[in-house]
């Protein structure tokens, strides 16, 4: 079984740096790609960051260029956000994400998620 369980959301001041952590179970995590997604309030959830399997390629959100980087340990099967020089509008709910193919369909598997508030 699938699971998702991310980590390290808080309320911090702008400026100020976090650092997600999500931990995966229930699959081959060395064998897929990972993300993490982002939900504010009244808003539609937005892809922030991904990383592929082995750990190249990461891409990100023009939003969080340069601020943000993903990375991910295939032997503890964690997925890591680090998060620095936080702005009040990267405010939102902070998901880890993994889509795997099963029995011919993609299928997204989500956490439940990690609030993260930037505000003075």
């Known amino acids: 079984q699938v699971q998702l369980v991310e980590s390290g959301g808080s309320l911090v001041q702008p400026g100020g740096s976090l650092r997600l952590s999500c931990a995966a179970s229930?699959?081959?995590?060395?064998?897929?790609?990972m993300n993490w997604y982002r939900q504010a309030p009244g808003k539609e959830r937005e892809l922030v960051a991904s990383?592929?399997?082995?750990?190249?390629?990461?891409n990100y959100a023009d939003s969080v260029k340069g601020r943000f980087t993903i990375s991910r340990d295939n032997v503890k099967n964690t997925v890591t956000l680090q998060m620095n020089s936080l702005k009040p509008e990267d405010t939102a709910v902070y998901y880890c994400?993994?889509?795997?193919?099963?029995?011919?369909?993609?299928?997204?598997?989500w956490g439940p998620g990690t609030q993260v508030t930037v505000s003075s």
């Open positions: 994400h993994v889509e795997r193919w099963e029995r011919g369909s993609p299928r997204d598997y």
């Open positions: 229930g699959f081959d995590f060395s064998h897929f790609a």
């Open positions: 990383i592929t399997n082995g750990g190249g390629g990461p």
